[in-house]
């Protein structure tokens, strides 16, 4: 008669079952202790904050829009969205770190033309790279094919015909 497994022999299998399929548990925690600490940072940090919300909206929206597994469009926006946004970052937090302070910076139109034109050219760099390798690939694959053709006609030249036949044997 086959006994039941234990409680303990199912957990085991289990545990087994998550790590051969890549989701070995414990990662959520970790997840859940950071969003903690940065949640309880806010308050020290709200002018930082604002600031960043207000100026990153375009890689939010990248972020949010983008469908499929393959989400890239917010790392290509968001890097320059947040290149245009560090210069003014840095004003904040080496000059008067007030709320007030955030709010003068988001009501000057020189700082959302930098966070916001920046993310523009992430948007372009995204759109427009994909074609310009495709091409290239395209490119240097036709030149690859002429240069096997030339090479196998020098080898029809030097040894004839036969080597373009199959053997039969």
């Given at each position: 008669m086959a006994k039941k497994p234990s409680a303990v022999a199912l957990a085991q299998a289990q545990a087994a079952a998550k790590a051969k399929k890549g989701g070995g548990g414990g990662g959520g925690m970790n997840k859940a202790v950071v969003l903690m600490v940065l949640a309880a940072l806010v308050p020290f940090s709200l002018p930082t904050v604002t600031l960043l919300f207000f100026t990153m909206l375009?890689?939010?929206?990248?972020?949010?829009s983008e469908k499929g597994t393959n989400k890239y469009a917010w790392l290509c926006v968001g890097g320059l969205n947040f290149a245009?946004?560090?210069?003014?970052?840095?004003?904040?937090?080496?000059?008067?770190?007030?709320?007030?302070?955030?709010?003068?910076?988001?009501?000057?139109?020189?700082?959302?033309?930098?966070?916001?034109?920046?993310?523009?050219?992430?948007?372009?760099?995204?759109?427009s790279?994909?074609?310009?390798?495709?091409?290239?690939?395209?490119?240097?694959?036709?030149?690859?094919?002429?240069?096997?053709?030339?090479a196998q006609k020098r080898l029809v030249e030097e040894w004839g015909d036969e080597v373009t036949k199959k053997n039969a044997a």
């Open positions: 375009p890689t939010l929206a990248a972020w949010a245009g946004v560090i210069k003014y970052l840095f004003d904040l937090w080496f000059g008067v770190h007030t709320l007030d302070e955030a709010f003068n910076l988001l009501s000057e139109a020189n700082v959302l033309l930098w966070a916001y034109g920046a993310s523009g050219i992430g948007w372009l760099m995204y759109l790279m994909p074609p310009m390798v495709a091409s290239w690939l395209a490119f240097t694959t036709d030149r690859r094919v002429a240069a096997l053709k030339a």
